[in-house]
């Protein structure tokens, strides 16, 4: 009788999930960039009339960060 021993290394890489992450903040982050300093409308959360378009199609509050369109306040721009 043989008992073979197959001691398998089955680690996952966590490098590689690091690297995705990072790169999901970083492509968030980018979004939320506004991509013009025109004002676009009054925000409905502090009533100020700041709100800016996004590179994501979203509109940001540039005084309070409040999003209309996620319905929240949006990640630090
Ligand atoms: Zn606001």
């Known amino acids: 009788m043989t008992i073979t ?4 290394n089955e680690s996952k890489s966590l490098a590689d999930l690091v690297t995705e992450d990072q790169l999901a903040d970083e ?6 960039k506004p991509v013009s300093s025109d004002y676009t409308g009054q925000c409905p959360q502090c009533a100020r009339p700041r709100m800016l378009l996004c590179a994501n199609g979203k509109h940001v509050c540039e005084k309070c960060q409040w999003c209309p369109e996620d319905n929240a306040y949006a990640p630090n721009i």
């Open 5 to 8: 021993s197959t001691p398998e």
């Open 27 to 32: 492509q968030k982050q980018a979004s939320w």
